[in-house]
């Protein structure tokens, strides 16, 4: 298995323009996992899903920030219109019910 | 409010001797621990965990202690090896979520 694939692994972007991350899940894995890191608040929980439907999406900061989960190999984080604070790397991860998380290599936006 | 707590930012340890990486948690709910180890550019990968029933767990040169009473843990890594070197993540979580609450990560050096 390939693992965790993320695309596109680096993003710049400017200020108020929109961002979409995107995220495939390992094949077989039913939950769905947003994350973002800072150097302040180290891996934060953004949203996650099961079996395609959002379960907890308390982590996601603003209205600005939207995931989506159209089927089981493929998600979506946007950020619409993007700011200079919303720089961090952003990981999305998998796992089946009883297994520990698998992490992709995450996507390293910078907004400028 | 950090949930999980790791005081130290980094730490350096000669190649042979025992690393020890610390992690402190306030929420007395959580009943499950977890340590990710990441290298630059890659996800997180997970490590070992321990459950609040058990006060060490071991697996090979790694060994996570749970002391609930002072709600903290910690990862000894004996010997420390130079590939041991990577930012090591603590998590905690609760029986019957599946949101992990993570740390700020210590950045570990072992040198050679």
């Known amino acids: 298995d390939a693992g965790v694939i993320q695309s596109p692994r680096h993003e710049v972007t400017e200020m108020g323009q929109e961002v979409t991350l995107r995220c495939k899940p390992i094949?077989?894995?039913?939950?769905l996992f947003w994350y973002r890191q800072t150097m302040m608040r180290g891996l934060e929980l953004l949203i996650y899903?099961?079996?395609?439907?959002?379960?907890?999406d308390s982590g996601m900061p603003e209205d600005r920030f939207s995931a989506k989960m159209p089927n089981a190999s493929f998600s979506t984080l946007k950020i619409q219109p993007s700011e200079p604070r919303d720089s961090a790397v952003y990981f999305c991860?998998?796992?089946?019910?009883?297994?520990?998380?698998?992490f992709g290599p995450g996507t390293r936006l910078t907004v400028l | 409010d950090q949930q999980v707590k790791q005081n130290s930012p980094s730490l350096s340890v000669q190649e042979g001797r025992i690393s020890i990486l610390n992690c402190d948690y306030t929420?007395?709910?959580?009943?499950?621990f977890l340590w990710y180890k990441k290298y630059p550019a890659e996800g997180p990968t997970f490590l070992i965990s321990?459950?609040?029933?058990?006060d060490k767990n071991e697996d090979g040169r790694f060994t996570v202690f749970l002391n609930k009473s002072a709600k903290h843990l910690s990862l000894h890594i004996v010997p420390s090896q130079p590939g041991d070197s990577a930012v090591y993540f603590c998590?905690?979580?609760?029986?019957?979520?599946?949101?992990?609450?993570f740390g700020t990560g210590t950045r570990l050096k072992v040198l050679a």
């Open positions: 998590a905690a979580s609760t029986s019957g979520t599946y949101k992990y609450i």
């Open positions: 321990i459950s609040s029933i058990k």
């Open positions: 991860a998998s796992s089946l019910m009883t297994s520990s998380r698998f």
């Open positions: 899903f099961n079996n395609n439907v959002p379960i907890d």
């Open positions: 929420n007395s709910m959580f009943d499950y």
């Open positions: 094949s077989g894995h039913d939950y």
